[in-house]
């Protein structure tokens, strides 16, 4: 069993409204990480890492990682840091992972300032640029392809990836 594809990428790239509408055009459920964790701790991943620090959350993002490669018929998107851990990117071998990647300036104004995400405290820009930079080679050493998202519609990206999809 293995989703229908897996979409990676940094925060703002679309990873969540592509994967919804991926799953809608292609009849299967939308399933994201980040969404099955906060309803296992009943609290959202900001409260998680302001409780219990980001080791904590590595630990509940990898079970509920595991967990979703087995689903079947599923659109899966993975929280932008899920790839850091060396053991999910050596479990997303043989699924088909499709990198959103998208620029700097482009996340910067789809994450906004005010978003309770907690790694880019601060000057978003700048925090936002390091994470990008880190784990770029990351993001693509997963990838079986990448699709860009900047100045691109939802829909012409998952227009995209339907293709590859073949």
Do not use: C, W
Request: aromatic share 2%; net charge negative; glycine share 10%.
């Amino acid at each position: 069993m293995s989703p229908v594809v897996v979409l990676v990428g940094p925060p703002g790239s679309g990873k969540s409204t592509i994967a919804a509408l991926l799953a809608d055009r292609l009849g299967k459920v939308h399933r994201d990480t980040d969404t099955d964790v906060e309803s296992t701790v009943g609290k959202p991943i900001s409260d998680i890492f302001v409780d219990s620090g980001e080791p904590a959350f590595r630990e509940l993002e990898r079970a509920a990682i595991v967990a979703a490669l087995t689903a079947d018929d599923v659109v899966l998107s993975l929280g932008g840091g899920a790839i850091l851990d060396a053991a999910t990117r050596t479990d997303l071998a043989g699924h088909p992972v499709v990198f959103l990647d998208v620029s700097l300036g482009e996340a910067a104004k789809r994450v906004g300032l005010g978003v309770a995400r907690p790694l880019l405290l601060g000057n978003v820009r700048t925090q936002l640029k390091n994470l990008m930079d880190a784990r770029r080679p990351l993001y693509l050493e997963v990838a079986k392809h990448t699709v860009s998202t900047d100045q691109r519609s939802p829909e012409e990206i998952a227009d995209d990836i339907v293709e590859l999809l073949g």
